[in-house]
Nanobody, 124 residues
Framework: VQLQAFGGGLVQPGGSRGLSCTIS????????MGWFRQAADKERVFVAG????????FYADSVKGRFTISRDNVKSTVYLQMHSLMPEDTGVYYC??????????????????WGQGTLVTVSS
């Protein structure tokens, strides 16, 4: 399974940005997809997750109401739509896939596959 993330860039505070992650390979083995964020000199933290079947999602408290995760199984793509961006949302965003997680929440230890990361900078 290979993951490739797209969509990072510079955004002004209060702005919006959409990320996408394409999945290739044995996608049938995937149970949960998610996004993580890693700010400079900080740990990688969970942002949002979605089960590959059904509609269950989970969000970190810091992004609830501002971010939306969705997927397109036909296109094998997961999206993260981000609104009302704040400077603290800055970081490298990684898409992630888990084969065995039963929850839409992922810890880094649950992740079997990582994408290469895409940088989102929220700054004026």
């Amino acid at each position: 399974v290979q993951l490739q993330a797209f969509g990072g860039g510079l955004v002004q505070p209060g702005g919006s940005r959409g990320l996408s992650c394409t999945i290739s390979g044995r996608t049938g083995s995937i149970n949960v997809m998610g996004w993580f964020r890693q700010a400079a000199d900080k740990e990688r933290v969970f942002v949002a997750g979605i089960r590959w079947t059904g509609s269950t999602t989970f969000y970190a408290d810091s992004v609830k109401g501002r971010f939306t995760i969705s997927r397109d199984n036909v296109k094998s793509t997961v999206y993260l739509q981000m609104h009302s961006l704040m400077p603290e949302d800055t970081g490298v965003y990684y898409c992630a896939a888990s084969r065995y997680s039963r929850s839409a929440y992922l810890s880094p230890e649950d992740v079997d596959y990582w994408g290469q990361g895409t940088l989102v900078t929220v700054s004026s």
